[in-house]
């Protein structure tokens, strides 16, 4: 998905320290997600570990399933989740997408565009929280009106450059790039030199 050069306009007038991300950083791009399950798996594996180890556990996670695709059912032993690198508290939660309900669910997603909707839906799943939501939201669904207060590094991002310290404040902040605060959260994590964290 193209992110429009007016969204960039209405985000510079509305902050010209963003405007400075804007014109030093290249216009991000967020690519259309074909697996919603498969996201959501990404999600949790990278739960409060760095892009780097994240993309190489989901990486690891890919290439066993792979393997195992045509059977009926998930299944692992647990020699292949440690294997892959999982902790056994992010074994149990992807596990718990695969049961049945829990699928079938994440299939209707594709039909509903409310995030309200998303988040009372997705919030049931164990080990899904609000930041798993908000990138799910993000990358998953481009709703272009995400600011993740969950997300330490956008968080001490802010404080950085806006030199403030409160959590009230950058909620002030954040509500400038209103209806865009996706697009001023890519160029945030682009301002940390650090790929976005999924």
């Known amino acids: 998905m193209p992110i429009k ?10 902050d010209a320290i963003l405007k400075q991300l804007i014109v ?30 994240g993309n190489t556990i989901y990486n690891r996670f890919l290439e066993f399933y ?14 292949d989740w440690k294997k892959i690198g999982l902790s056994h508290q992010k074994k149990c939660y992807i596990e718990n997408l695969f049961h049945e309900e829990n699928l079938e669910m994440i299939n209707s997603l ?30 998953s669904k481009h709703d272009l009106n995400i600011f993740p207060k969950g997300d330490l590094a956008v968080i001490n991002g802010v404080k950085r450059l806006y030199n403030v310290d409160s959590m009230n ?13 996706s697009i001023a959260t890519l160029y945030l994590w682009a301002s940390l030199d650090n790929d976005f964290p999924v």
Request: charged share 25%.
């Open 5 to 14: 050069s007016y969204y960039l306009d209405i985000l510079s007038n509305n």
């Open 66 to 79: 792979s393997f195992q695709k045509s059977d009926s059912l998930f299944k692992w032993e647990e020699k």
């Open 169 to 181: 404040e950058i909620e002030l902040i954040s509500k400038k790039w209103h209806p865009y605060k």
């Open 110 to 139: 594709y039909s509903i565009n409310d995030s309200n909707k998303i988040r009372s839906l997705l919030i049931e799943l164990k080990g899904i929280g609000p930041w798993t939501i908000d990138m799910f939201l993000i990358f």
């Open 24 to 53: 030093s950083h290249p216009i991000p791009t967020l690519k259309q997600s074909d697996n919603f399950l498969n996201d959501l798996v990404k999600y949790i594996i990278f739960q409060q570990i760095s892009t780097k180890a």
